[in-house]
């Protein structure tokens, strides 16, 4: 008879247990990220990466990689490489996310253009990006510097159409899902894909890889967009309703908007359209949540699509890391709880 799945002591999250697997390569990716950021002539450029890099953030795209590359059974050095290039290339999109939201905080700590200036904060990230693909060309493999590189432009394609789309809502859900896919998950797909590609896996597998990052990386964001409302300000690292009071289309707003009745439309028109907000609006934009249900079905929608990362891997054959991927697809949605 089959022995159960041990039960993980208390306290221990599922991304824990799944960092704890690939321990050694992960502390390889730490030193790397510190060997690489650094600039002979500019010293700001490891001070102002480290600010962000050191700030307290789990890493969980380099460590799909990390787990991806030895799902499939690598044993060599080059998924270190490729996590830290994913890494590099997610702090990059941050500090110009950063930018171009005037961000003030995140990870409960002063962004870096707050304290550094928008200039060098674009600049560090642009080095960022370059560092990255130096760091996917020493592996010789053209394919993995394709899907990274093709990642990177997505990214940029979603943030450029969530800035252009901002205080629209005629997009509906189409054009939110296709902003999230671009912004968030495609780092999330391509971090797993690259680990697989890496290892040598039959196409099966890659795309499995691919598929599961997809859809956490979907799932992933989602929650993000319900804790802006239903969350906190010390969970979020930054403040609740931020995405409401910069306008932002986000999946609560959507379902309140398409099912308001006129006096609601109205209301999503003037807040998030025409951008005029006033003191009381967010407590109104709650109650019209709660009057939809918009909160509950936006953090059940992420659980679907944390049930397809899971579906996802079912080409793989069940061990320990297996289990800890699919145990992260609960704990992405979990936050949200």
């Known amino acids: 008879m089959a022995r159960p799945d041990p039960k993980p002591s208390e306290g221990e999250d599922a991304f824990t247990r799944l960092a704890a697997l690939v321990a050694p390569e992960l502390a390889a990716v730490d030193r790397t990220i510190r060997e690489r950021m650094a600039s002979e002539h500019a010293p700001r450029?490891?001070?102002?990466?480290?600010?962000?890099?050191?700030?307290?953030?789990?890493?969980?795209?380099?460590?799909?990689?990390?787990?991806a590359a030895k799902l499939c059974g690598y044993e060599g050095e080059n998924q270190v490489k490729l996590a830290a290039a994913v890494e590099f290339i997610h702090t990059a999109t941050l500090l110009h996310d950063d930018v171009v939201d005037e961000s003030a905080k995140r990870r409960g700590r002063p962004t870096a253009n707050i304290l550094f200036g928008n200039q060098q904060s674009v600049l560090v990230g642009d080095y960022l990006f370059a560092r990255s693909f130096r760091l996917m060309v020493e592996t010789?493999?053209?394919?993995?510097?394709?899907?990274?590189?093709?990642?990177?432009?997505?990214?940029?394609?979603?943030?450029?159409?969530?800035?252009?789309?901002?205080?629209?809502?005629?997009?509906?859900?189409?054009?939110y899902f296709q902003v999230i896919r671009g912004k968030t998950a495609a780092l999330f797909a391509a971090a797993a894909e690259v680990g697989g590609v890496v290892a040598g896996a039959e196409e099966a597998k890659v795309a499995a890889l691919r598929d599961y990052g997809d859809a956490l990386g979907i799932a992933f964001q989602l929650i993000d967009d319900f804790l802006d409302y239903g969350g906190s300000a010390a969970a979020m690292g930054k403040n609740v309703g931020d995405d409401f009071r910069e306008g932002k289309a986000t999946l609560p707003v959507l379902i309140a908007h398409a099912e308001g009745d006129a006096e609601a439309r109205a209301f999503w028109s003037r807040v998030i359209e025409e951008h005029e907000q006033e003191e009381a609006d967010l407590a109104e934009a709650l109650r019209l949540f709660a009057r939809h249900d918009a909160l509950g079905r936006t953090r059940a929608r992420a659980e679907d699509w944390a049930a397809r990362a899971v579906s996802a891997l079912a080409v793989f054959p069940d061990g320990e890391m297996k289990r800890a991927l699919a145990d992260i697809a609960e704990f992405v949605v979990a936050r949200g709880r």
């Open 140 to 175: 010789g493999s053209l394919r993995v510097l394709d899907i990274l590189a093709d990642a990177s432009a997505v990214i940029a394609e979603g943030e450029v159409l969530q800035l252009t789309a901002q205080h629209d809502l005629s997009g509906g859900e189409p054009r």
């Open 45 to 67: 450029i490891p001070e102002l990466s480290a600010h962000l890099i050191e700030a307290g953030g789990k890493r969980l795209r380099p460590v799909l990689t990390l787990a």
